[in-house]
């Protein structure tokens, strides 16, 4: 059953993705909404300091051939079988308890896959994303969502993939999956979720 | 903020104080204030009739008298009494202690009076406002103002701020402003509004995600975490210009806080091949210096305390988030939350004798204040609902939270004692976080 629903999900998401790579060709490449140094009209507005670092490059976020073709991929076998390990890379999130940053045992296996994707595809960086349920108070939110990213990260590492590959950010309880009040919601809020740069 | 710098500025200047002596014939060297937080404290009856106009138009005599009775109320000190009962017509009403009858107040309750009086001349004003002691039969408090129309509200607003020094001998909240977070479906963004609720202004239009709003001691900018991509920024605004600045400190930030002395900021940052610390920034984003580190667990919501000497900070080290005080100059530590399992959002009072936070009782988070010396603690909000993130006036009388009552996120102001809670914002959205802002100078 559970299987059957997730081969539905990484179909749709497969379709998509090729939805998304053909629709997307045309477009002009965007970057995200607030990217570092964006420079209001007038010179009046946000500027990265001199000084600041770099940061990794989170990218235009589309996937183009271009894009395959630099990880590697030259065959649609290849190409499918990408796709399909991105989805679940993408989609599958860990979990925690309340109040908790400790990587569960449920996690472990999850963490290997990924581990096993990044090692496969070496070129890729990723950012990991610590979320909380609403339960707990906004600022210290962010700091336990820091703390979840950070222990997927040094679950990765100990894996094997290198440090700068990923990057982490905390959302604390603001970017809720599931928007309920109940046990069930909360349990898919407190996440970490993992985001491929392209 | 320039234009209300400006304004006052100007106000100031105009200002003719006509009973100066008297006042201090009234009240010498050896007054004892009013201490307002006193639990034996009760709220002074205070009767407030229409302004009298002495010519010119008559059409601002309701917003000039509702200014006058919110400013009271907001006080917490004086408790206004219906007008109606006293006077049908204030127009014939004496506005001087000899025209004045006195027992006429007193019969219907009051222990003080206002007495206002206009005039107007196109687009100028005079004002002249008095407070009166009912029982002692006297002037306490005199002064005229001139000025534009357009700023009565400032005048009345000076007035009352005046009678609270001579009653408490501290100012009030007149001017200040509080700066929030207003979430508007996934955009959340800076915002301040007036101490009395008016003139909610949007400060970072072009922020998606914004959090963790700190004034700087002077008033002049808001440091906040604004999330730039997938990293975040400690980011400086300057109120007046609204030209934000950011600084990327190599880590994930969950809280910033100016000091309250100086252009230093604290900053909770957490960087990948280290553990959560506190560290203090200035305000070119150099790392001036570790504050609070060492240990995996978390270190955020640094509050300090008056004299920038001393950090409230949460931290889970003992499992759930406690409330601790780092002493920068020794480097000693301790903890002052024992009761609870969940104790978050420290801010320290402006007289440092309270640090007030958010405790999780009952399933629900609430206001409490703990004295950071004995840590005796003591409950200010309850009820079914979700008080957080609490922030004080700059006179220590008020706390301003977040607080899910009304359905949504909203801004709170309750006085000390956890009486007389004001909703402060009606906008769309959710709004928390809040910071008080310092009186501006």
């Given at each position: 059953?559970?299987?059957g629903?997730?081969?539905v999900?990484v179909?749709?998401?497969?379709?998509?993705?090729?939805?998304?790579?053909?629709?997307?060709?045309k477009?002009?490449?965007?970057?995200p909404?607030m990217?570092?140094?964006?420079?209001?009209?007038?010179?009046a507005?946000?500027?990265?300091?001199?000084?600041s670092?770099?940061?990794?490059d989170?990218?235009s976020?589309?996937?183009?051939d271009?894009?395959?073709r630099?990880?590697?991929?030259t065959t649609?076998?290849q190409?499918?079988?990408f796709?399909?390990?991105?989805?679940?890379?993408?989609?599958?999130?860990?979990?925690?308890d309340?109040?908790?940053?400790?990587?569960?045992e449920?996690a472990?296996?999850?963490?290997l896959?990924?581990?096993e994707?990044?090692?496969k595809?070496?070129t890729?960086a990723i950012t990991?994303?610590?979320?909380?349920d609403?339960?707990?108070t906004?600022?210290?939110?962010?700091a336990?969502?820091?703390?979840?990213?950070?222990?997927?990260?040094?679950y990765?590492?100990?894996?094997g993939?290198?440090?700068?590959?990923?990057?982490?950010?905390?959302?604390?309880?603001e970017?809720?999956?599931?928007?309920?009040?109940?046990?069930?919601?909360?349990?898919?809020n407190?996440?970490?979720?993992?985001?491929?740069?392209? | 903020?320039?234009?209300?710098?400006?304004q006052?500025?100007?106000l100031v200047?105009m200002?003719?104080?006509?009973?100066?002596?008297?006042?201090w014939?009234?009240?010498?060297?050896?007054?004892?204030?009013?201490?307002?937080?006193?639990?034996?404290?009760?709220?002074?009856?205070i009767?407030?009739?229409?302004?009298?106009?002495?010519?010119?138009s008559?059409?601002?005599?309701?917003d000039?008298?509702s200014?006058?009775k919110k400013?009271?109320?907001?006080?917490?000190?004086?408790?206004v009494?219906?007008?109606?009962?006293f006077?049908s017509?204030?127009?014939?009403?004496?506005?001087?202690a000899?025209?004045?009858?006195?027992g006429?107040f007193?019969?219907?309750?009051?222990?003080?009076?206002?007495?206002?009086?206009?005039?107007?001349?196109?687009?100028?004003?005079?004002?002249?406002?008095r407070f009166?002691?009912?029982?002692?039969?006297k002037?306490?408090?005199g002064?005229?103002?001139?000025?534009?129309v357009?700023d009565?509200?400032?005048?009345?607003h000076r007035?009352?701020?005046?009678?609270?020094?001579?009653?408490?001998?501290?100012?009030?909240?007149?001017g200040?402003?509080?700066?929030?977070?207003?979430k508007?479906g996934?955009?959340?963004?800076?915002y301040?509004?007036?101490?009395?609720?008016?003139?909610p202004?949007?400060?970072?239009?072009?922020?998606?995600?914004?959090m963790?709003?700190s004034?700087?001691p002077?008033?002049?900018f808001?440091a906040y975490?604004g999330?730039?991509g997938n990293?975040?920024a400690?980011?400086?605004?300057?109120?007046?210009?609204?030209?934000?600045r950011?600084?990327?400190?190599?880590?994930?930030l969950?809280s910033?806080?100016?000091?309250?002395?100086?252009?230093?900021?604290?900053v909770?940052?957490?960087?990948?091949?280290?553990?959560?610390?506190?560290?203090?920034?200035?305000?070119?984003g150099?790392i001036?210096?570790?504050?609070?580190?060492?240990?995996?667990?978390?270190?955020?919501?640094?509050?300090w305390?008056?004299?920038?000497r001393?950090?409230a900070?949460?931290?889970?080290?003992?499992?759930g988030?406690q409330?601790y005080?780092?002493?920068v100059?020794?480097?000693?530590r301790r903890?002052i939350?024992?009761?609870?399992?969940?104790?978050?959002?420290?801010?320290?009072?402006?007289?440092g004798?309270?640090?007030?936070y958010?405790g999780?009782?009952?399933?629900?988070?609430?206001?409490?204040?703990?004295n950071?010396e004995?840590?005796?603690?003591m409950?200010?909000?309850?009820?079914?609902?979700?008080?957080?993130?609490?922030?004080?006036?700059?006179d220590?009388?008020?706390?301003?939270f977040?607080?899910?009552?009304?359905?949504?996120?909203?801004?709170?102001?309750?006085?000390?004692?956890?009486?007389d809670?004001?909703?402060?914002?009606?906008?769309?959205g959710?709004q928390?976080?809040?910071?008080?802002?310092?009186?501006?100078q």
């Open positions: 059953m559970r299987e629903k997730r081969l999900a179909i749709i998401g497969m379709l998509f993705v090729c939805g998304l790579m053909i629709s997307c060709s477009k002009p490449v965007q970057g909404p990217g570092p140094g964006l420079a209001g009209p007038g010179g507005g946000y500027g990265t300091a001199p000084g670092e770099a940061g990794t989170i990218g976020g589309v996937l183009t271009e894009k395959l630099a990880l590697g991929i649609e076998e190409k499918r079988e796709l399909k390990q991105k989805e679940a890379f993408e989609n599958e999130d860990i979990h925690f309340f109040d908790s940053a400790s990587i569960r449920d472990k296996s999850i963490l896959k990924k581990a994707f990044l090692k595809y070496p890729l990991i994303e610590g979320h909380c609403e339960r707990g906004s600022e210290y939110n962010l336990l969502g820091e703390r979840r990213a950070h222990s997927a990260w040094q990765l590492v100990n894996l993939i290198a440090p700068n590959r990923m990057q982490m950010i905390s959302y604390g309880k970017r809720p999956i599931a928007t309920g009040h109940d046990e069930a919601s909360w349990a898919k407190r996440r970490a979720h993992f985001v491929i740069h392209f | 903020m320039k234009r209300w710098l400006k006052f500025t100007a200047g200002v003719l104080t006509f009973a100066g002596i008297l006042v014939q009234a009240y010498g060297a050896d007054r004892v204030y009013l201490d307002i937080t006193d639990p034996s404290f009760r709220k002074l009856p009767a407030v009739p229409g302004f009298r106009v002495d010519g010119g008559s059409g601002i005599g309701d000039l008298l200014t006058a400013d009271l109320q907001i006080s917490g000190i004086f408790q009494l219906d007008s109606r009962a006077f017509d204030p127009q014939k009403l004496g506005v001087t000899a025209e004045i009858d006195f006429q007193k019969q219907g309750g009051a222990e003080y009076l206002i007495r206002g009086s206009y005039s107007t001349d196109g687009q100028n004003i005079h004002m002249e406002l009166f002691d009912v029982v002692g039969r002037m306490l408090l002064k005229a103002y001139d000025g534009k357009q009565r509200k400032l005048m009345i007035f009352v701020d005046e009678i609270l020094k001579l009653i408490t001998g501290e100012g009030g909240v007149f200040t402003k509080i700066a929030f977070v207003n508007e996934k955009v959340s963004r800076i301040m509004i007036d101490f009395d609720g008016s003139n202004t949007l400060l970072t239009p072009r922020e998606e995600l914004a963790s709003p004034w700087s002077d008033g002049r808001i975490v999330f730039r990293r975040t400690l980011s400086i605004l300057d109120v007046g210009s609204r030209t934000v950011d600084f990327f400190l190599g880590g994930v969950s910033v806080r100016f000091n309250p002395q100086r252009d230093l900021i604290a909770s940052v957490s960087r990948p091949d280290g553990n959560p610390e506190i560290v203090g920034v200035d305000l070119q150099s001036t210096g570790k504050l609070v580190s060492g240990g995996w667990n978390i270190k955020t919501s640094p509050s305390s008056p004299d920038g001393k950090i900070y949460v931290s889970n080290e003992t499992g988030p409330i005080i780092y002493d100059s020794t480097g000693s903890r939350t024992f009761s609870g399992d969940y104790n978050t959002s420290p801010s320290w009072s402006p007289k004798d309270w640090i007030a958010s999780l009782v009952g399933g629900h988070h609430h206001i409490f204040i703990v950071p004995t840590t005796s603690t409950q200010v909000t309850n009820g079914g609902y979700n008080d957080e993130a609490p922030t004080w006036s700059p220590g009388r008020m706390i301003a977040q607080s899910n009552r009304s359905g949504r996120n909203a801004i709170w102001v309750v006085l000390r004692n956890g009486t809670a004001r909703l402060l914002t009606e906008m769309p959710d928390i976080l809040p910071s008080w802002s310092p009186r501006f």
